[in-house]
């Protein structure tokens, strides 16, 4: 456990990923191989089966540290982990251990079959032989949740470079139904692998925001511009009789999207589209409130496969007949993209994200202006000529977002933030005046600088009107105009509206509380926008 | 009447007319010792120790300060005041008074375990005792002030052999000197920000002995100290000043350093567990020393930490005070 918890802590302490890489590296070269493949299981969302239920930790850390269960709850949500608080509470171990990553987990697979009380002493023992770091760790098993500043992606390419292979390869084997009581090194890491070639995505091109008007781009026939759709940027690929849907993070998503699979039925062998996985309704795009039902769902239910289809808007093709056309200028990629498009059936689960025309900038600011009722976020802007590039470039592909609603409301609750914000008040609830009451409508918890937070902070602990738990009500009198993308109406809401990616704009202490926005200014952008 | 009672200007003694740590200007205040929201400037009068005497002159300029030695008693009208050493930072106290038989502590900020710069804490009996709160929480438990040492040490070391600029973060009064009996000379030149060598200056003058540093001003050409350790306020850390300097790690020094959220947001690349505050069972083993009865809790988790005095059977009760305000919370 020391070596993974010096990993950990390496890991833990820099927010550089040249250094977590080379210490995942360094780890890969040199733990055991059991070691190994638990961390990589670890990082990558697996966790040996709950072994004990948190209600019983809680339980069992409040009486070894000799304090009172409520103690205990309500230090809880101030150190923001549950893992950490049971490390920081218990008294320091009186014996120490040294065994490895493997054996602790070994251990916690073997709990299930014993008694309770005999797992009880199994646990506490534990405890009672790990420094704090490694009993954060050892809980952080049982309870799972490793969000140690590790992706996939820094792991994959920490992998690549100990074992000298390329991170798509990697990537790929990391997906799927391994288990990691089971498979060895060999198996997952090293053994000969031909779907690895066939399943390699192309590096995706990502394009800047432009900050104003797009006049200086020159003259607009140079141009193509589509929607910036609100989904999901994904990749298809269908070579040698299979498919991969693979999304911008480079995560693998073909199980997670499985009516794509179809798509083998249409597209030929050697094929990669570029496109937008998004949620179809009828003729469009459904809302991102549609698609964010499918997100991190490995099975989908027959109900929201209908609910929700998903489909690839194509907007780019990568490969074609096996041959790699990213050279090659938008255009002439548009024109095959656009011939394979039009001979899909309709049903298919690829389309064609269209174009828009249009002969002068000014006409497309106006045009862009409804990109609301599109279901898009804005334009994408791409020079006609361009190659495919890779990764984030300026001058060829531009976003034209929409600039966000925005809302001025009154803080009418304070909340300390979690983990990293625990001394902080940095979670608020905001109001809109109906009459002469304030309606609750949203919360936001970002959007200003650590110095204002502080200061936040220092007001919100002398204006305090009521505590609920890690909740303060506080005198009404900040104004705070809160951005957001999207608004919807929502029969759970005292107001009867959510919004979508609320964030603190800009604290309004020019605007007196009074001042504020109303609901009857909600609903008006409700019945536009909703 | 109670020998001390709360009032909206702070804690204040009726029968010596006397506050202590008021935060709003009245005729006579006690301190107990430096830091700005104990020690807040517009008193009429100020008593503080001989030894905090010199860092507030410095700080409040031009004020009619008195002084006491530790354990010397004071008449004050009706009450019997002294000062017992709190072990926060040089020269802080504990303020004992008495009145008709009924003893009061007011704590101020204290930690029990002895830093090797400031006068280590003494208990006081009392009845009631008036306490912070600022870790009041089972959560904190400081690590061994060497362990703590060795880590600071080691990380400098590392920088130093990368050909980088350490620069640790603290509070410039008390936890910067506290740091500087810490470091290791050995590994490298240590250089301050103006702000920490200014109370450097005053304590080296009162005879406090600190090992050698380099005012790091404006003329200072940082190529001439390679391998050196900055020690600046928290607020200097990263700003055009400290740029200059090059390549550089932060760390930071703080008991909130324990906690992994506020460390990765704060600390930069490291963060030290190191805090001039008790820790919980600091507080707890100093309260039960004073042999109180009635507990007030002041500055911290006060809600939480009374309610667990009171279920351990003290008679506890919250204290809203003006105390623990602006940048020693992120420094404690
Ligand atoms: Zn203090
Ligand atoms: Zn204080």
Not at chain 1, 452 to 480: C, D, M, Y
Request: charged share 25%; aromatic share 10%; with cysteine.
């Amino acid at each position: 456990m020391k070596r993974f918890a010096g990993l950990f802590n390496a890991i833990d302490q820099s927010t550089k990923t040249t250094v977590k890489v080379a210490a995942l590296a360094e780890y890969f070269h040199e733990a055991t191989e059991q070691d190994r493949i638990w961390t990589i299981a670890i990082f990558s969302g697996r966790r040996p089966k709950r072994a004990v239920t948190t209600t019983r930790l809680r339980e069992w850390a409040a009486e070894v540290a000799g304090i009172p269960l409520w103690l205990f709850e309500d230090a809880y949500p101030i150190v923001g982990d549950l893992a950490e608080t049971i490390a920081l509470v218990l008294p320091p171990a009186e014996t120490v251990s040294d065994h490895g990553l493997s054996y602790w987990i070994d251990m916690l697979r073997a709990l299930p079959q014993v008694e309770e009380d005999a797992r009880k002493q199994a646990v506490l023992d534990a405890w009672n032989s790990l420094d704090p770091t490694q009993r954060f760790l050892f809980n952080k098993l049982i309870t799972g949740g490793f969000r140690i500043g590790v992706s996939q992606k820094l792991m994959t390419r920490a992998l690549a470079r100990a074992t000298g292979r390329d991170e798509p390869e990697m990537a790929h084997r990391l997906m799927g139904d391994w288990d990691p009581a089971q498979v060895t090194w060999q198996a997952l890491i090293e053994a000969e692998d031909p779907a690895a070639n066939a399943s390699r995505p192309y590096p995706f091109y990502l394009a800047y925001a432009l900050d104003a008007a797009p006049d200086d781009l020159g003259p607009p026939v140079a141009w193509q511009a589509e929607w910036k759709w609100d989904g999901i940027r994904g990749q298809l690929i269908v070579r040698a009789g299979e498919h991969y849907v693979w999304s911008r993070g480079e995560e693998l998503m073909t199980d997670r999207f499985p009516e794509l699979a179809r798509a083998r039925d249409f597209i030929p062998d050697g094929t990669v589209l570029d496109g937008e996985l998004l949620a179809w309704g009828d003729m469009a795009p459904q809302n991102f409130n549609a698609l964010q039902k499918r997100i991190g769902r490995k099975t989908v239910p027959r109900k929201l496969l209908q609910e929700a289809p998903v489909i690839l808007y194509a907007y780019d093709l990568l490969e074609w007949q096996g041959e790699d056309l990213r050279h090659n200028p938008l255009a002439d990629r548009r024109a095959i993209l656009e011939d394979l498009c039009m001979g899909l059936p309709p049903d298919a689960p690829v389309k064609l994200s269209p174009t828009i025309d249009f002969d002068s900038w000014v006409a497309l600011a106006d045009i862009r202006t409804a990109a609301r009722e599109a279901q898009a976020e804005g334009l994408m802007l791409k020079r006609k000529i361009s190659p495919y590039l890779t990764g984030r470039k300026k001058g060829d592909w531009w976003k034209w977002k929409l600039d966000p609603l925005t809302i001025d409301a009154v803080m009418i609750y304070a909340q300390s933030g979690h983990g990293r914000r625990a001394n902080l008040f940095t979670d608020f609830t905001f109001a809109v005046w109906n009459g002469n009451d304030l309606v609750p409508f949203t919360k936001a918890y970002s959007g200003l600088t650590d110095a204002e937070f502080r200061q936040i902070t220092a007001w919100v602990k002398k204006n305090t009107l009521e505590r609920f738990g890690p909740v303060r009500s506080v005198t009404p009198h900040h104004v705070f105009e809160i951005a957001f993308e999207g608004i919807q109406a929502s029969p759970r809401h005292k107001s009867g509206v959510a919004l979508r990616f609320p964030r603190m704009a800009r604290w309004r202490q020019d605007k007196p509380v009074q001042e504020a926005n109303s609901l009857a200014d909600l609903n008006e952008m409700l019945e536009i926008y909703g | 009447m109670s020998a001390l009672t709360f009032t909206p200007s702070g804690i204040y003694c009726p029968a010596g007319d006397f506050y202590i740590d008021p935060w709003r200007p009245v005729s006579r205040a006690l301190i107990t010792h430096g830091h700005a929201d104990h020690a807040r400037s517009g008193m009429g009068a100020y008593l503080a120790t001989d030894i905090a005497a010199p860092v507030m002159r410095h700080r409040l300029g031009e004020i009619a300060l008195d002084t006491a030695a530790y354990g010397e008693v004071r008449q004050i009208g009706g009450a019997r005041v002294s000062f017992h050493p709190a072990g926060h930072v040089p020269g802080s106290a504990q303020i004992r008074v008495e009145v008709a038989g009924e003893v009061w502590v007011a704590s101020g900020d204290y930690k029990i375990v002895d830093d090797g710069l400031s006068t280590p804490f003494e208990p006081v009996k009392c009845h009631h005792f008036i306490t912070e709160s600022t870790f009041g929480l089972p959560v904190f438990r400081w690590p061994d002030q060497a362990e703590v040492a060795r880590q600071i040490n080691d990380w400098w070391a590392q920088c130093a052999a990368a050909g980088k600029v350490a620069f640790l973060g603290c509070y410039a009064l008390g936890k910067a000197q506290r740091l500087l009996t810490m470091l290791d000379p050995a590994i490298g030149p240590i250089l301050t920000h103006a702000a920490i060598e200014h109370t450097n200056r005053i304590m080296r003058t009162q005879g406090i002995d600190l090992p050698e540093t380099v005012l790091a001003n404006a003329d200072l050409n940082p190529k001439d100290h390679p391998g050196a350790l900055v020690l600046a306020p928290p607020s200097a850390l990263g700003s055009a000043w400290a740029r200059k300097f090059g390549v550089q790690e932060t760390g930071f020094a703080s008991g909130w350093m324990a906690l992994r959220g506020i460390r990765r947001r704060r600390a930069g690349d490291r963060g030290f567990v190191i805090s001039d505050h008790a820790d919980w069972p600091g507080l707890l083993s100093a309260i039960s020393e004073t042999g109180a009865e009635n507990i007030y809790v002041t500055h911290g988790y006060t809600d939480i930490f009374a309610r667990y005095l009171t279920e351990q059977g003290w008679n506890a009760q919250v204290l809203k005070t003006e105390f623990g305000t602006d940048t020693e919370e992120d420094a404690a």
